[in-house]
């Protein structure tokens, strides 16, 4: 079962336009209902061309304003986002089935924060950096950041809207124009980022959204494109990556995780069981920085796993305003979920609730599930799940638990709770993961704008937000300028032997004496 059906494309994975030229079209299906709840057209990789080629059209009188005034419109868009947040809202949950305070808080709310944060900030990150030469003194060296030009922005269909807000927006107020291509799950939340940001006053081409498949993603990476910004799978990010590799392009890649959460004896089992819950079924598990596999010293165990399974159970999953877990979004993920908890089943792991589709709904909801008894034998303690299921794995002590927790090929994000708050940071130090949280769940950092985020291994490829993430859509300037003018200088021709018998005790005095060290 899909949320999307191609309508008159030949075959799935065929290119989007039909040989006549006409493009292929696309049904969309709310995940909760099934019910139809629109059509888009797939752009063509002549589409995504064309866009890139207005976006460099568009590039250089963007790029020329003064970085308060584009930050301007992201303040704007905020205004706007406020304004019309009831009607953003409902396209937003009629695409994902998501609760709608869920919907609010991680699509929205972060939005604004996100706009806000960059668009008060970017003005100092960016501004030209005076670095004082620690050597050198007759040099002066300024450090200049320039926009990229054109970013390539492709985005998954989990948080639809956040997920392509908060690159353009950076890429937006470094400079540069855009061309996004949403997931062809979400197209239409996708779609409402360049409403957006033409609501708040961009100038016409500065932001294109292509609505397209995979083959456009693939379009935009061939493209002229300066960066590409990519958020999505293992699989797909390889591709990129092996792509913008070949042509030399930058890129970021943001991919899958599987984090695991550690818990120690001394942790306080109540926020570890509320924080284990949220983390892996918040959004039906469908977050990069889910919550995806537990280790709990067994000295714990058993009221650990009490309290989780009481919580789990308490949760309300269906449609409506007041349940707390929705639908999943894709049918192919929920197919994903079903065999990861078949597999674990035939291999010995207990499900202690949950287990299957919940029978009460027709759309694509699985049950809130909590597997024991499981091992790194099974998919589901080694692959993705990416949906709303919690295995809990008893360990003899936190070294087992690290031992565990670093035994994956991902690495994006994790948590440990521990009642001695050093030893947690201690421990959270030690696992491999681009962030790692104390006494929280591990999607914590996505919402901290100041937290550079990205994975370890293969959950990616570079850093997005914060102060480094923003430096990444600008290309970095070193511009050095000699201040004495002096008519040579000691390394010019021409060589000579009395020359380098100045540098050699320059150089013994500069790094071997107490006072050349201090100096130096
Ligand atoms: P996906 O890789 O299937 O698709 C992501 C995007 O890539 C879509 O827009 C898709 O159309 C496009 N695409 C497909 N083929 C392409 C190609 N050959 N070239 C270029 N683009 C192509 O991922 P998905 O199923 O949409 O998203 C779920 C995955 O995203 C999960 O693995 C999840 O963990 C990951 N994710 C990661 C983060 C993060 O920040 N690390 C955040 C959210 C989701």
């Known amino acids: 079962m899909a949320v999307v059906e191609r309508i008159d494309a030949p075959e799935a994975g065929a290119q989007a336009a039909e040989p006549d030229g006409r493009r292929s079209?696309?049904?969309?299906?709310?995940?909760?209902?099934?019910?139809?709840?629109?059509?888009v057209e797939l752009a063509t990789p002549g589409d995504v061309e064309a866009a890139v080629e207005r976006a460099r059209k568009a590039a250089p009188e963007w790029a020329a304003l003064p970085i308060r005034e584009r930050g301007r419109i992201l303040e704007r868009a905020v205004s706007v986002l406020l304004e019309r947040q009831d009607e953003w809202l409902e396209t937003l949950t009629s695409e994902t089935s998501k609760p709608e305070l869920e919907a609010f808080a991680a699509e929205l709310l972060t939005a604004c924060d996100a706009l806000t944060f960059y668009a008060r900030r970017a003005h100092r990150i960016l501004a030209d950096q005076r670095v004082p030469l620690h050597l050198l003194k007759s040099k002066r060296l300024k450090v200049r950041y320039h926009p990229l030009g054109v970013v390539g922005i492709i985005t998954p269909w989990n948080f639809p809207f956040i997920l392509s807000l908060?690159?353009?927006?950076?890429?937006?107020?470094?400079?540069?124009?855009?061309?996004?291509?949403p997931s062809e799950v979400t197209p239409l939340s996708g779609r409402l980022v360049a409403e957006l940001f033409e609501a708040a006053g961009l100038p016409e081409g500065v932001l294109q959204c292509v609505v397209g498949d995979g083959g456009a993603g693939a379009a935009l990476v061939a493209s002229d494109v300066d960066k590409i910004c990519f958020t999505g799978s293992v699989e797909t990010g390889r591709l990129v990556g092996e792509e913008c590799g070949r042509r030399l392009r930058p890129c970021t890649l943001e991919l899958g995780g599987k984090d695991a959460m550690i818990v120690c004896?001394?942790?306080?089992?109540?926020?570890?069981?509320?924080?284990?819950?949220?983390?892996?079924?918040?959004?039906s598990g469908q977050v990069c920085l889910s919550t995806e596999r537990v280790y709990v010293v067994d000295e714990v165990a058993d009221v650990f796993q009490r309290k989780v399974v009481e919580r789990t159970s308490a949760l309300r999953q269906g449609p409506g305003g007041e349940a707390d877990v929705g639908a999943m979004i894709h049918g192919p993920q929920l197919e994903i979920v079903e065999r990861q908890v078949a597999d674990a089943v035939a291999r010995g792991a207990r499900v202690l609730c949950g287990g299957q589709r919940n029978p009460e709904w027709p759309g694509l909801y699985f049950e809130p599930t909590v597997l024991v008894d499981v091992d790194h034998g099974m998919d589901v303690m080694r692959e993705e799940t990416f949906g709303p299921v919690l295995p809990i794995m008893r360990v003899r002590d936190e070294d087992e638990?690290?031992?565990?927790?670093n035994d994956s090929r991902y690495g994006l994000s994790a948590s440990v709770f521990c009642g001695d708050k050093r030893r947690g940071e201690q421990l959270a130090?030690?696992?491999?993961?681009?962030?790692?949280?104390?006494?929280?769940?591990?999607?914590?950092?996505y919402g901290i704008a100041e937290a550079p985020f990205g994975g370890r291994k293969e959950s990616g490829v570079g850093r997005v937000n914060g102060e480094a993430g923003l430096k990444g859509y600008c290309h970095t300037q070193s511009i050095v300028v000699d201040r004495w003018g002096s008519k040579d200088e000691p390394l010019w021709f021409p060589y000579t032997k009395r020359k380098e018998r100045l540098l050699r005790r320059l150089a013994r005095i500069l790094w071997g004496t107490p006072l050349g060290r201090f100096l130096s």
């Open 429 to 445: 130090g030690r696992i491999e993961s681009g962030s790692a949280v104390v006494n929280d769940t591990g999607m914590t950092p």
């Open 25 to 39: 079209r696309q049904r969309l299906l709310a995940p909760g209902t099934l019910e139809p709840i629109g059509e």
């Open 401 to 405: 638990a690290l031992m565990r927790a």
């Open 166 to 181: 908060n690159p353009t927006a950076q890429a937006l107020v470094a400079g540069n124009a855009v061309v996004l291509k």
């Open 265 to 283: 004896a001394d942790a306080d089992l109540d926020r570890a069981a509320g924080a284990a819950v949220f983390g892996a079924f918040a959004n």
